[in-house]
């Protein structure tokens, strides 16, 4: 068994993780936000001017474009599901704990099978996603 201070430093590493993902995805975010103002205007200037009409329909252009689109679409996938089992568990803890062990097993079974659900889900998901992304 672990003693206080090693799980002291347990939940500051978890906590510090954390940290970093959330500031991970604010970078991310800010990121996504600069590149769609970008395209934005590219969009807007390339009717004008053919010589940016050409650059940005050249084939690694695309591609890119190709590549963040994919990207984003199995993200945004991903934290789909994230928030469904993220959400479920915290409902589940969220109930009264009246006759706590009738509802406790009640409870565990209902999470295995949305979470079951969620997981098929998912996977399925992923398989179908599969078939229109090209290959590393």
């Known amino acids: 068994m672990l003693d206080r201070p090693q799980k002291a430093a347990q939940r500051v590493a978890k906590d510090n993780y954390l940290d970093d993902v959330h500031v991970r995805m604010l970078r991310v975010t800010e990121d996504l936000r600069v590149i769609q103002r970008e395209l934005n205007c590219a969009a807007m200037q ?40 993220m959400t479920t568990d915290s409902e589940i803890q969220e109930q009264p704990r009246q006759n706590a062990a009738k509802m406790q097993s009640a409870r565990e079974g209902a999470f295995v099978e949305k979470y079951k659900s969620l997981t098929e889900a998912a996977v399925l998901r992923h398989y179908v996603d599969g078939k229109n992304r090209k290959p590393n």
Do not use: N
């Not at 009717?47 to 994919?70: N, V, W, Y």
């Open 46 to 85: 390339a009717p004008g001017d053919p010589e940016l009409m050409e650059a940005l329909t050249q084939l690694p252009e695309i591609e890119s474009l190709e590549m963040l689109k994919s990207a984003l679409d199995q993200m945004r996938h991903f934290l789909w599901f994230y928030v469904q089992v």
